[in-house]
């Protein structure tokens, strides 16, 4: 099977991310031309050299010698192929183009043998075809009346089933990290509510963000906030747009310089305190 010319890409999310955000014009262009090279590969491979990815971006030494390296921490390792790199969300992307172009070769391939057994058989490739679609058309009890057109069509529906399986996955994993960490408010149940997901989901798109959560984890418990007054962070606070970068460059690991942390409020105590004024 030939090399894929080309992959999708989504402008809202490209001009969402908060790394392309935080690049410049010229390392956005870098950027751009190592996902081009990582995808004609053949593989969604880069080599893991300074040298190689800099001649590859045309960012020649800034790419080694950016002090922020936001671009190289756009990449992770490869996960079948040692000493070379890919970026996750281009990684998923190809696989799932591998598996949808192997099942279409295949749908041929038995297209074919079915039109050539029929043109063999005579009136009886047609009987066996009548026979099949009946058969299709008779155990179809789990879809409505209306969608025989998505019946007769599995790779769409499968396609969609194992990417949906595979988003569950992973977010049952984070949930677990989630849960098992100190000083946060565990998720009550073993999966997202539907804004929660849609906030994980949107964060898997971002080139960077699974490896800044991985990092942030190793953070918890927030001293800013744990050691103060025990604030527990939510879920959906890791969710935030650039939370977890922050979180992994240690910017809640101390109260920020010249600010105190707030007090939680004292209710209770400032009834009192009215009480006592309007007896007086």
Request: glycine residues 8%; charged residues 30%.
């Amino acid at each position: 099977m030939g090399k894929d010319p080309a992959f999708p890409m989504y402008a809202n999310d490209w001009l969402s991310s908060s790394n392309i955000a935080q690049m410049t014009a010229e390392e956005e262009r870098g950027y751009l031309r190592l996902l081009c090279h990582c995808w004609a590969s053949g593989d969604c491979s880069l080599e893991d050299s300074n040298a190689a990815l800099g001649a590859l971006s045309l960012l020649g030494e800034g790419y080694f010698n950016n002090p922020s390296q936001i671009v190289r921490r756009c990449l992770a390792e490869h996960p079948s192929k040692s000493g070379y790199l890919t970026n996750e969300r281009l990684f998923e992307v190809w696989k799932e183009r591998q598996e949808w172009r192997e099942k279409c070769r295949l749908g041929g391939v038995n297209s074919g043998k079915a039109r050539r057994s029929g043109k063999n058989d005579g009136s009886k490739g047609t009987s066996n075809s009548v026979q099949s679609k009946r058969e299709v058309d008779g155990n179809s009890s789990f879809t409505s009346s209306s969608s025989s057109k998505t019946k007769l069509n599995p790779l769409s529906s499968s396609s969609t089933d194992e990417k949906e399986a595979a988003l569950l996955k992973r977010e049952t994993k984070f949930i677990e990290k989630w849960n098992a960490l100190e000083g946060v408010l565990p998720n009550s149940r073993p999966t997202l509510s539907k804004k929660r997901r849609g906030m994980f989901r949107a964060r898997l798109k971002e080139d960077g963000w699974a490896a800044d959560c991985v990092k942030a984890f190793e953070h918890f418990p927030l001293k800013q906030w744990h050691e103060q007054n025990g604030w527990k962070p939510t879920v959906e606070f890791m969710l935030r747009g650039d939370v977890a970068m922050k979180i992994s460059d240690g910017e809640y690991d101390r109260p920020l310089d010249g600010e105190e942390t707030p007090e939680p409020l004292d209710i209770a105590g400032a009834l009192e305190r009215g009480r006592a004024e309007s007896d007086e």
